[in-house]
């Protein structure tokens, strides 16, 4: 069966600042993965997938993922944070009989 | 011109009541899915309904059961609530054949006093 582990349950970062997000599965076949953001009271929105291809992965909002087979990793990155970037965020892996596994979430915290 | 919409979004119960949960996608999507998401936030699949037949029915109390009249919609009756059962409820909807992009509702928060 396949899991998701989101290390970092929350995150405190300066508005301006880099971030990263980790993110590691286990799946025994080739990983679909995903990135979504939920904002307080709200549903979830998809930040960005991951199937095939370029292992790094542009998404909305100015975040990438990148994709690391030898480190089964999927980290979330954003160059520079918005205050307006402050919410949950839950990386999620998807199996064959078509189950998205979620991790436990990454709270973020913007500071001015 | 919501994509999924649940309602209610808001609802407080006492124990040992009947309650459901509606959901509907105007998404063109075959598939549609039930997630809890409980106190500290982790989500967990309970159903999945691909063209009104039921495919992913994960370890959920027979309190629970989904019903899907037709593909746009994806309901969720729970039988004599338990505090327990307070969480919040996220429909879904997806192609299955589009690797799992979901598009989610943005919730019902159950609370059973």
């Known amino acids: 069966a396949q899991s998701v582990t989101q290390p970092d349950i929350h995150i405190t970062v300066s508005e301006g600042a880099s971030l990263e997000l980790r993110c590691n599965y286990s799946y025994g076949a080739t990983p679909y993965l995903f990135w979504y953001v939920q904002s307080p009271g709200q549903g979830l929105q998809l930040l960005l997938k991951y199937f095939s291809g370029d292992t790094l992965v542009q998404g909305i909002k100015g975040f990438e993922a990148e994709f690391k087979r030898s480190q089964s990793s999927f980290n979330l990155r954003k160059p520079s944070v918005h205050w307006s970037d402050a919410a949950e965020y839950f990386c999620a892996v998807g199996s064959n009989d078509y189950k998205l596994s979620f991790g436990a979430g990454t709270t973020v915290t913007v500071r001015a | 011109d919501t994509a999924v919409s649940q309602t209610p979004k808001y609802l407080v119960t006492q124990m040992g009541n009947d309650k459901s949960i509606k959901c509907e996608q105007n998404?063109?999507?075959?598939?549609m899915y039930w997630y809890k998401q409980d106190s500290k936030k982790f989500l967990k699949i309970m159903f999945s309904?691909?063209?009104?037949?039921?495919?992913i029915n994960e370890t959920v109390p027979n309190r629970f059961s989904p019903k899907s009249p037709d593909k746009a919609h994806l309901n969720l009756h729970i039988n004599s609530l338990e505090l327990g059962d307070s969480a919040v409820y996220f429909c879904a909807s997806s192609h299955r054949t589009e690797h799992y992009g979901y598009t989610f509702g943005s919730g019902t928060r159950l609370t059973v006093v």
């Open positions: 998404l063109g999507h075959d598939t």
């Open positions: 309904y691909n063209n009104k037949e039921l495919i």
